[in-house]
T-cell receptor, first 115, second 114 residues
Framework: AQKVTQAQTEISVVEKEDVTLDCVYE???????LFWYKQPPSGELVFLIR??????QNEISGRYSWNFQKSTSSFNFTITASQVVDSAVYFC????????????FGKGTTLSVSS | DAGITQSPRYKITETGRQVTLMCHQT?????MFWYRQDLGHGLRLIYY???????DKGEVPDGYVVSRSKTENFPLTLESATRSQTSVYFC?????????????FGSGTRLTVV
């Protein structure tokens, strides 16, 4: 069965610190897709990134970077030089190619960045 | 405006009442989903739909009913609301599963059952 684990429930950092949010997934499928979403205090869910299982190249977008490692079934998210606006709940999600159409979410990590 | 709209944003209802949460999208996306968000559980799938008149159960479907007579609408009905259904409900849509732009979510409906 597919599963997504975000072991860090809450993380607190001070502005300008780097922070990594962990995501570990389980799947039997060889083709699958991984996602990260951000939920700021206003409550909406904002899509950040999608990765497929054949693309292990790391991604960088500004202060955000993602490290995909199939060998450890992990898709970790790093924020460099964190800012107060990064305070949010971050969700990792998985979609298997052969198992339905919906995203399966982890329980989320609440990131608090203080000034 | 184009997008995915949920209504109402907030709803308080009494135990045993029927309540319907609305979801409307303007993109003609084939796939639509309902999730509930609860502290400690993340987002859990209630129901999803691959096209008009095609719906299927997700992880937590008990107590909920959906319909999809038109591509753009995907209402979620709580037939007899219970306190355990107090939650934030999110609707989502996508043109294809696992597309490059991810799944787009509505702003959510915060439902309180008293």
């Amino acid at each position: 069965a597919q599963k997504v684990t975000q072991a860090q429930t809450e993380i607190s950092v001070v502005e300008k610190e780097d922070v990594t949010l962990d995501c570990v997934y389980e799947t039997r499928d060889t083709t699958y897709y991984l996602f990260w979403y951000k939920q700021p205090p206003s409550g909406e869910l904002v899509f950040l990134i999608r990765r497929n299982s054949f693309d292990e190249q790391n991604e960088i977008s500004g202060r955000y970077s993602w490290n995909f490692q199939k060998s450890t079934s992990s898709f970790n998210f790093t924020i460099t030089a964190s800012q107060v606006v990064d305070s949010a709940v971050y969700f990792c999600a998985l979609k298997e190619d052969q198992a339905g159409t919906a995203l399966i979410f982890g329980k989320g990590t609440t990131l608090s960045v203080s000034s | 405006d184009a997008g995915i709209t949920q209504s109402p944003r907030y709803k308080i209802t009494e135990t045993g009442r029927q309540v319907t949460l609305m979801c409307h999208q303007t993109w003609s996306h084939s796939y639509m989903f309902w999730y509930r968000q609860d502290l400690g559980h993340g987002l859990r799938l209630i129901y999803y739909s691959a096209a008009a008149d095609i719906t299927d159960k997700g992880e937590v479907p008990d107590g909920y009913v959906v319909s999809r007579s038109k591509t753009e609408n995907f209402p979620l009905t709580l037939e007899s609301a219970t306190r355990s259904q107090t939650s934030v409900y999110f609707c989502a849509s996508t043109p294809i599963p696992a597309g490059y732009n991810g799944y787009t979510f509505g702003s959510g409906t915060r439902l309180t059952v008293v």
